[in-house]
């Protein structure tokens, strides 16, 4: 019997090794499994393939890990691992909450102090929050645990070995966190407007409200004097729906530890993502699928990451005009040529293969992009094949398996060569964050017009804080932040207001 599944074994790996074909352009390139050392080894590969293999399927990494990073990390997974669900400090922990004490001496030194993500909006805003509260745990030693009542676990492998980052459901405040909102008593921000939190009453658990309807109060959190409050609170539960990194960089008692970790700035989400959210073997299982199937032959693929935000999820010509527009003005896609000129192309270069990867609530644009190229030759000889994984027509936030093909097709973007985002997605942000990528952005039209220029290019891969605090915490009315700190810039899709770490401070906007 162990001699058959032992066999069994080396069949399968044989068997997945045969059927992972990443394209003769990469056959070459070295297998770094570990990432330059983010990863740990510590994990059993079977119980989550994509977390060695993304490797495979992706160039060698320009951006270096820090070593500072790596030994952070390592850090916290030992940490986490102590204090973690199903550990006596948890217990500990938990039993306190209970009781709701509000001394602070109950918060001793020593002891195991936590932070709770809540699961809200769409898997774009989960994703970037999720990353932004795991660094904030990671500055301030406090263990994360995420809200398991939605699909989290059928989304993403758990990111520490010997360990779960789930929520216990038995969790005490459990029934109540649904119901948490700006008004709620132990909101931190409620409570600094009705002066009941002080260095002497500090609270067993507090809440933080950083969504997009945050008030001035709640955006206190962010200061380095409320810092030193919140640090001493053992439960912290936060939601948010904003990618809120770039507003901790600009706290000086972060700073400092900040430029250690990510000496490149713009690489914080790129690192932190691939380190965090690696996809189930279910959700692994479309993205292999689909690159082999569509991508893999490919001499150049481009990723276009289509979102209307608009009442009406139907399909509108301008934005179709733009997105060739675009495509071919930045040489993204070759123009098209009369059947004569195409002729004479045809003899003179060898074709090439571009496959273009279209992810979009609506088919129609990638139908429309895919009849244009068969219809008409192109002025390079070159084949464009346009492929779509899903079509699903409306957003379905927190059905299992619509929010499986929403991972799968950001991590298929990706995995692109070039890519075109719409301005204002955080499933655009996702994308071009694990890829390491600068997308053009597709700049947002106006009354149903294609714009113009129709789209940019960014100078940053990090995403927008789209709704940040508009003065610093020091800053008098009329200052702009982003002076202040050489190294965050207003966002290309949001010119006048969202912030975003850039690592180029010769380049402004």
């Given at each position: 019997m162990l001699l058959l599944l032992s066999f069994s074994n080396i069949f399968k790996h044989q068997l997945l090794g045969a059927t992972i074909n990443v394209g003769s352009k990469d056959s070459v390139k070295p297998r770094d499994r570990l990432l330059g050392g983010l990863l740990t080894a510590d994990f059993d590969e079977d119980s989550c393939l994509s977390r060695y293999q993304s490797s495979l399927y992706r160039k060698p990494s320009p951006y270096r890990t820090s070593e500072y990073l790596i030994s952070k990390l390592r850090n916290y997974e030992m940490l986490h691992k102590r204090c973690g669900p199903g550990t006596d400090a948890y217990k500990r922990a938990t039993e306190k909450l209970g009781h709701d004490h509000e001394n602070v001496g109950d918060s001793s030194d020593g002891e195991c102090k936590y932070i709770v993500w809540v699961a809200v909006y769409g898997l774009g805003n989960r994703i970037l929050t999720l990353a932004s509260v795991f660094l904030y745990a990671l500055l301030t030693e406090r263990i994360i645990l995420v809200d398991q009542r939605k699909d989290i676990s059928d989304l993403f492998c758990e990111p520490f070995p010997g360990t779960s980052w789930l929520l216990p459901l038995d969790f005490p405040l459990m029934g109540?966190?649904?119901?948490?909102?700006?008004?709620?008593?132990?909101?931190?921000?409620?409570?600094?407007?009705?002066?009941?939190?002080?260095?002497?009453?500090?609270?067993?658990?507090?809440?933080?409200?950083?969504?997009?309807?945050?008030?001035?109060?709640?955006?206190?959190?962010?200061?380095?004097?409320?810092?030193?409050?919140?640090?001493?609170?053992?439960?912290l539960v936060v939601k948010s729906n904003l990618y809120f990194i770039p507003s901790l960089w600009l706290n000086p008692s972060f700073q400092t530890e900040l430029i250690k970790l990510f000496p490149q700035k713009d690489t914080v989400f790129y690192h932190l993502a691939r380190y965090l959210f690696h996809p189930t073997n279910q959700v692994w299982g479309m993205v292999t699928r689909s690159y082999n199937a569509y991508l893999s032959r490919a001499d150049e693929i481009l990723g276009i990451q289509v979102r209307v935000f608009s009442r009406q999820t139907k399909y509108f010509q301008h934005v179709m005009d733009q997105i060739v527009a675009c495509t071919q003005r930045e040489k993204l896609l070759p123009?098209?040529?009369?059947?004569?000129?195409?002729?004479?192309?045809?003899?003179?270069?060898?074709?090439?293969?571009?496959?273009?990867?279209?992810?979009?609530?609506?088919?129609?644009?990638?139908?429309?992009l895919k009849k244009m190229y068969w219809e008409h030759p192109t002025t390079t000889g070159d084949i464009v094949e346009v492929y779509q994984p899903s079509r699903e027509r409306f957003q379905q936030t927190d059905k299992k398996l619509?929010?499986?093909?929403?991972?799968?097709?950001?991590?298929?973007?990706?995995?692109?060569?070039?890519?075109?985002?719409?301005?204002?997605?955080?499933?655009?942000?996702?994308?071009?964050?694990?890829?390491?990528l600068k997308p053009w952005i597709l700049y947002t039209p106006k009354k149903f017009k294609s714009p113009n220029p129709p789209c940019g290019r960014v100078i940053s891969m990090e995403p927008c804080f789209l709704t940040p605090p508009v003065h610093g915490c020091e800053a008098k009315k009329g200052i702009n932040t982003a002076k202040i700190v050489p190294f965050v810039r207003h966002c290309e899709d949001l010119r006048h207001y969202g912030l975003k770490l850039v690592d180029d401070t010769k380049n402004e906007l």
């Open positions: 109540q966190i649904d119901s948490f909102n700006r008004e709620y008593s132990h909101c931190y921000g409620t409570m600094l407007k009705n002066h009941t939190i002080n260095s002497t009453t500090i609270p067993s658990h507090l809440y933080l409200h950083l969504l997009h309807d945050y008030r001035d109060q709640d955006k206190m959190f962010f200061c380095q004097k409320d810092q030193s409050l919140v640090d001493k609170v053992p439960w123009e098209f040529a009369a059947q004569e000129e195409a002729q004479v192309t045809n003899t003179s270069n060898p074709s090439k293969l571009k496959a273009v990867l279209v992810t979009s609530l609506n088919p129609e644009y990638s139908n429309n619509h929010d499986q093909k929403a991972l799968a097709e950001m991590y298929l973007l990706s995995l692109t060569d070039k890519l075109v985002t719409s301005a204002l997605s955080t499933f655009g942000y996702v994308a071009q964050g694990l890829g390491g």
